[in-house]
């Protein structure tokens, strides 16, 4: 989550017990200053509408499992015409938390630590017994983004390609250049 320093753009607090008595999911939506502020942070030229539905339930040892499901309409711009088009994006995201008092054991010696990368991550402890839905789900739209967006049908043309199927290999340009310096 962001620093308590500054206000998340979209906030959306709710109790883990509430959470957690609710049969149905929770769904949030931003309003459109919510929509422009995120289309800052995220350097969008906009969002058009963002919303997310989100289940808390309890996990094993304790924990809790949040399951969320995301859309967001946005508008980009091209990196390749520079030109603005608008992408959906739907999105599911899941995280694991530890509220307050749960025991996370961990290791007092660690000798070796193994990093999985496909793995699931560790819980995120809670402060608290609340969750901020709103900037979970605008944290998962800020990875959801590409950051290198194309318009559909788009090409980039300024490269030349080299056709590495050719069997007769080219002369390097460097090798043109040793060429024309001997010559002088």
């Known amino acids: ?54 289940r808390l339930a309890p996990a094993a040892a304790g924990l809790l499992r949040l399951t969320m499901a995301f859309r967001a309409r946005i508008t980009q711009t091209c990196v390749v015409s520079l030109e603005p088009f608008e992408s959906v994006i739907e999105e599911t995201a899941e995280r694991c938390f530890a509220p307050p008092g749960a025991s996370l054991a961990r290791p007092k010696e660690v000798a070796e630590i193994e990093i999985v990368v496909e793995g699931e991550d560790p819980p995120e402890p809670l402060a608290d017994e609340t969750i901020d839905l709103g900037e979970i789900a605008a944290e998962h ?44």
């Open 1 to 54: 989550m962001r620093n308590n320093v500054e206000k998340p753009e979209f906030s959306r607090i709710f109790g883990i017990l509430d959470l957690l008595d609710e049969d149905l999911p929770i769904e949030i939506s931003a309003t459109a200053d919510e929509c422009a502020a995120l289309a800052r942070r995220f350097e969008l030229r906009r969002i058009e509408a963002f919303s997310a539905t989100a």
């Open 141 to 184: 739209l800020g990875l959801a983004i590409d950051p290198y967006p194309r318009r559909p049908g788009v090409v980039f043309e300024g490269a030349v390609a080299q056709d590495f199927s050719d069997p007769e290999p080219r002369e390097s340009p460097f090798a043109v250049l040793a060429t024309a310096r001997r010559k002088r």
